[in-house]
């Protein structure tokens, strides 16, 4: 199992074989070592410095469910930190087989130049491709599958990307080639862009497999995680509701984004929750569909297909986040609406949680009406066509938030929170604080803990245990979804990769992977500049009750310094396991 | 001697009474000290727990030329750190004579209401004027002056400051109650603005007097300081080409920004300089004057009128900065096209450096064409629309760049480079990377010391020693012109503190006032999350050698590192003057 690195100013490649420390790990992992040893701190994210590393898990490639995931790493151009997002799809599953656990995009191609990266077995090489500049994602991977049938995965650089938009993030394909499973925090697609790759080309169904795939344990295993994971509830209410299901809980909760953040519950919750979803793609049939799997053998199958009125594909999937930012966040009721932005937002290659959030600056400052789709249409028309007003629409909300004078700008560290008002679930707001992702459900949603949210005891401890579980799921590559059938039992996961790697492991070892991922990430910000001063949320959380229910922010600054020393691996702790709770 | 401190949300005013300590020092010092005091070092700098300082210097009021500049004073919304910035006019002689020290403007109104704040011997009070909203600068002057008279200072917010723009400077009017003498950097005009502040009239012609004010021994010092002053070389030739004559010097060391700073050498420069400036002013007669006072009693005299072709004024001053950012930097060869780009400028209430350097930007991102002064007015004009497109004028260049996703961004800590580009004059760009108000030449210009400024060698120290000097200049209200003439001589400032405050001093005072300042900033600065790595240049400067002489940056980090020690006050001389070379 090798990394494998490309120059793409001269396309030249290198390889790094692993040691047997990283055989059993990958993912983000991978990427926050890769981008620690590689890009100065005080890099510009969209110049020379930053690399790209594409980075998949131990797991992945032999058949286990939701074990594929790509990861994505670089330093961020809305964070100014590092950080690293990643996406289902057949990515992780392709590089596996390849035998590489990385792939890592180092330099640039000179302005204006727009090549295709293309990985096989033997490496990886540049294919110059001024023809696609430009394109929208659909049509790219229209264009790219009938050239390369469905013998690759591509992982895709839409138009914002391409021009260096700070909320575009990057698509991979699914099993149907449909770009649209999104690594797409934090502003990676930019890194990309700039860098002059529109697309990477990853060669499914190679013959690499780890050492002990083929034994009869793992063989034995493997059948009994999976099918753990299929009998598990959660599952199955994700195979018949997909993420949508949060929604109902979270407008319960009083914390459901509407409006930039102004209100906790949304009137129009029942016309855009997972029922209603589910109601809809029944009626209309077609190509609708309530449950599909992003990644060859996932029993867990939480992906949807959102047909239009005339049952034709609108989207796939339409997730949880996008229905809250890009539907309650803006006060819109329409499931057609949402998934149309949503389509528009994939095509251009823009992450649904930023420009949702920033389509709500620009409402709050008068460029839009709360409820006014087709208003919402229209800007993100702008960012197709690349007009100033457009250029704001995927810049982010920090920054629209800036321009616009707007002080309700629902961010932290420069990125959007997740459709979670910190006020509501305050063990997110804490993730959303002190994480070195910046605001990031992915890095330790804690909603589905059964504690009191709108609490604050507690929150800063379970926040913490999440960002330390999610940290150890991204550095193996493992779906999030995951951690309600076997969180509870990391040997399940610590057996898997002792049989595939000849590497003996305690249950303990996600805990500390969690915890080296979250040091070196947390440790990286700080010299970049992002201090514990950072970790904080905006004023307005703390300014304004939420209503109805008149929630209040009340984590103090003493509670956040305290997750972020134990981030940093300074905490009590971090430095004493014995003493963790 | 009084702080006088108003809240904005009740209109309550409260005094307090200065130390003795206290009575020696005024300008950036108080600013200093009242923000650390008040503002907690995460608030947001547009939001209620900001404030506004001003202050003036212990010198002011009593017939000493240029000594009478008034300190604004809070935290940036460019840099997020705290800021200064220092003005002529008469408001520092004013506010002397009323027996107010500071003036500080504390909380806000509420959104959309407009007040004056009217300060006379007997305190403040707000006098809403909803009449007044969105009313440029010299419309307001002249509103103002119908009802005032010329007893009142006015300081201006324009309607950049309203729109809450963060390149709003707030204006001070000069000896004929023109409201041009801009207290430009750093954003804190829009800081007025958001908290409902159109303008603060200070009464002129209090009857304070500092204790010595009067004393045979004082009359002789000042007539002593005011003829050094006169006499003294650099005054003159400021009194005759004012700071224009900067432009020849820079251009020729090859530091004069172009074009978006891409060259040192502006092929237009001697169409732009000291020499064509004077030679137009003198030529056209009418309005015009080569030399012109900002404050009563100067006997500089570094101001100037300059007329349009009709002989009629269009701006006054017309100074270095202004010449370069918005003439070279824009490939503008016309004094008139500058002229007038400033004229609107100050009617608007935009600091000309920020927006220089973000119409230059623009242009390097394609919506103008270096040498369109057509364009550059319409675009000033969109900001006086408040358009998205106007509003990304009046963000910084920082933002626009973000934006626009361009990488040659002259600006360090947010806030644009003043003319001197760091490759040529090093001990500047030394300044810009450490400055606690971030790229701000007033906070340390070497560029008149007699040194090889394109060599790294005694750099960091020049700046070091510059910006200890010009924040004891600061924390005194005096005019950096005096260095020149006085610099040499501390025991003069020194000696006239004494006899007016009758408290001892020794000549050491003015840079331990200095170095507390600084070292009050940077830690402020340090707590709001602006850390030692941010003292740092964008990475365009160390990539890209600067034409026509390819100067190249290479001043090291551990060097930046160690003059930002010596500013926090951790330093080795800091810590032990003994050691100070």
Redesign the interface.
């Known amino acids: 199992m090798d990394n494998l690195f490309i120059d793409l100013g001269t396309g030249r490649t290198t390889t790094e074989r692993l040691g047997e420390s990283d055989l059993v790990r990958g993912g983000r992992y991978a990427t926050a070592a890769i981008v620690q040893r590689l890009v100065p701190?005080?890099?510009?994210p969209?110049?020379?410095?930053n690399v790209v590393v594409l980075a998949g898990g131990p797991l992945a490639g032999v058949g286990l469910t939701s074990t594929g995931r790509l990861s994505v790493g670089g330093k961020s151009?809305l964070t100014g930190g590092i950080k690293e997002a990643n996406a289902g799809g057949t990515a992780g599953d392709s590089l596996a087989r390849l035998g590489w656990r990385t792939v890592v995009l180092t330099g640039r191609r000179p302005p204006g130049e727009r090549v295709l990266v293309v990985v096989d077995e033997s490496g990886a090489h540049l294919r110059p491709c001024p023809e696609l500049a430009g394109l929208g994602n659909f049509a790219l991977a229209e264009r790219l599958r009938a050239e390369y049938g469905s013998e690759y995965t591509l992982v895709a650089v839409g138009p914002a990307g391409e021009?260096?938009?700070?909320a575009a993030g990057a698509a991979v394909t699914d099993i149907d080639f449909r770009p649209s499973r999104f690594a797409a925090r934090g502003g990676l697609g930019?890194v990309l862009g700039?860098k002059g790759v529109k697309g990477v080309l990853i060669k499914r169904n190679g013959r690499r497999r780890p050492p002990g795939a083929d034994s009869p344990a793992f063989r034995e295993a493997r059948r009994a995680f999976n099918e753990t994971v299929r009998v598990s509830g959660r599952s199955r209410a994700l195979a018949e509701y997909g993420t949508a299901s949060t929604l109902a809980v979270v407008d319960h909760l009083g914390g459901l984004p509407t409006r930039n953040f102004s209100r906790g519950r949304f009137e129009g919750a029942d016309r855009i929750n997972g029922d209603a979803l589910h109601e809809l793609i029944q009626a209309r049939g077609g190509d609708g569909e309530c449950s599909h799997a992003c990644m060859a053998g996932c029993v867990i199958r939480c992906s949807n297909v959102v047909p239009g009125p005339d049952g034709r594909e609108t989207v796939s999937p339409l997730e949880y986040e996008t229905l809250a930012l890009m539907g309650s966040n803006l006060g819109l009721d329409d499931l057609d609406v949402i998934a149309r932005l949503n389509r528009l937002a994939n095509d251009l290659g823009l992450d649904t949680i930023e420009v949702g959030a920033t389509l709500g600056v620009l409402a709050e400052a008068g460029?839009a009406r709360f409820g006014d789709g087709a208003r919402f249409e229209e800007l993100l028309g702008e960012a197709a066509r690349g007009t100033?007003?457009g250029?704001?629409v995927g810049?982010g909300c920090a920054?629209a938030g800036?321009?616009?004078?707007v002080?309700r700008v629902p961010a932290a560290k420069g990125q959007a929170f997740g459709a979670y008002d910190p006020r509501a679930v305050k063990g997110t707001g804490v993730t959303f604080a002190t994480s070195p992702m910046g605001a990031d459900h992915t890095a330790g949603l804690t909603v589905f803990a059964d504690v009191d949210h709108s609490s604050k005891e507690g929150q800063a401890e379970l926040s913490l245990r999440m960002q330390v579980a999610r940290a150890a799921y991204d550095g193996l590559g493992l779906c999030a979804f995951l951690q309600s059938a076997v969180g509870s039992r990391p040997q399940l996961v610590t057996e898997l990769l002792s049989l595939l790697w000849g590497v003996e492991l305690s249950p303990e070892y996600l805990e500390a992977l969690g915890r080296e991922i979250l040091r070196v990430e947390t440790n990286y910000n700080?010299?970049?500049?992002?201090?514990p001063?950072?970790d904080?949320l905006?004023?307005f959380i703390q300014?304004e009750p939420l209503p109805p229910f008149d929630w209040r922010w009340d984590i103090s600054?003493a509670e956040l310094r305290a997750v972020a020393e134990e981030l940093a691996g300074t905490g009590e702790a971090a430095r004493n396991p014995r003493s963790r709770p």
Chains 1, 2 share one sequence.
Do not use: C
């Open positions: 701190p005080s890099a510009d969209l110049g020379p410095r151009p021009a260096g938009l700070a930019a700039t460029l100033v007003l250029r704001l810049s920054t800036r321009l616009l004078g002080r700080r010299a970049a500049g992002l201090g001063e950072q904080r905006p004023e300014d600054v």
